[in-house]
């Protein structure tokens, strides 16, 4: 069965540094999502990509994040300069379709742990 | 933002069935709703979703009442491997953009008896 994939699973990075997260979503999807969990917390939404650029994205995500799909399976998401209250567990997740008028599921990643120190 | 409420835990005899309930009183008439499950810190696993109706699959059955306010998740014979985090979700459409985000609550932890 396919599955997406994140590189790595577990990310130590020091404060004011930046960082890259790495999925490789499942080959015929084309919508793509980030979604980030603090430990102990639930699961939030950051953003949305489809057709090389952000459809939607949340209140977290500021100018010190950036997505990017460079080539035609990597989707990426970029910390500029990281935070202590960056350190978060980061899913990646995609979507055959969009979902308008049709009830295809996004898929997860296992996930990569970001430690900022 | 919050639009499921769910009990934080559960207990549930191996080989019963576990019935976890959700509330979301909040939904919208084309919101649907999603269970998935979370396996210590694994990234949360498709269960079932449904609309308007029943639905039932291999894994699970989800019940929606009639004014869709409140759903419950049936797994009918529960394992040890069943036990997770269960997450309610309801699914947020953006109309403009023809995207969609899903909202999680915070979850019910299900631990199965031997």
């Known amino acids: 069965e396919p599955e997406v994939t994140q590189t790595p699973s577990h990310q130590v990075t020091q404060m004011g540094q930046e960082v890259i997260l790495r999925c490789v979503p499942i080959s015929n999807h084309l919508y793509f999502y980030w979604y980030r969990q603090i430990l102990g917390q639930k699961v939030e939404f950051l953003v949305s990509?489809?057709?090389?650029?952000?459809?939607?994205k949340s209140e977290i995500f500021d100018d010190q994040f950036s997505v990017e799909r460079p080539d035609g399976s990597n989707f990426t998401l970029k910390i500029r300069s990281t935070k202590l209250e960056d350190s978060a567990m980061y899913f990646c997740a995609s979507s055959r379709t969009s979902g308008l008028y049709s009830s295809y599921e996004q898929y997860f990643g296992p996930g990569t742990r970001l430690t900022v120190t | 933002d919050a639009k499921t409420t769910q009990p934080p835990s559960m207990d549930c005899a191996e080989g019963r069935a576990a019935n976890l309930p959700c509330n979301h009183s909040?939904?919208?008439?084309?919101?649907?709703v999603y269970w998935y499950r979370q396996i210590h810190s694994q990234g949360p696993q498709y269960i079932i979703h449904?609309?308007?109706n029943n639905e039932t699959n291999e894994m699970a059955s989800l019940i929606i009442t009639e004014d869709r306010k409140s759903s419950t998740l049936i797994l009918p014979h529960a394992t040890l491997r069943d036990t997770a985090v269960y997450y309610c979700?309801?699914?947020?459409?953006?109309?403009?953009?023809?995207?969609?985000?899903?909202?999680f609550g915070t979850g019910t932890r299900l631990k199965v008896l031997a």
């Open positions: 909040t939904i919208s008439g084309n919101e649907y």
């Open positions: 979700i309801v699914r947020v459409e953006y109309m403009a953009s023809g995207t969609y985000k899903y909202i």
């Open positions: 990509f489809y057709n090389n650029e952000i459809s939607e």
């Open positions: 449904g609309l308007k």
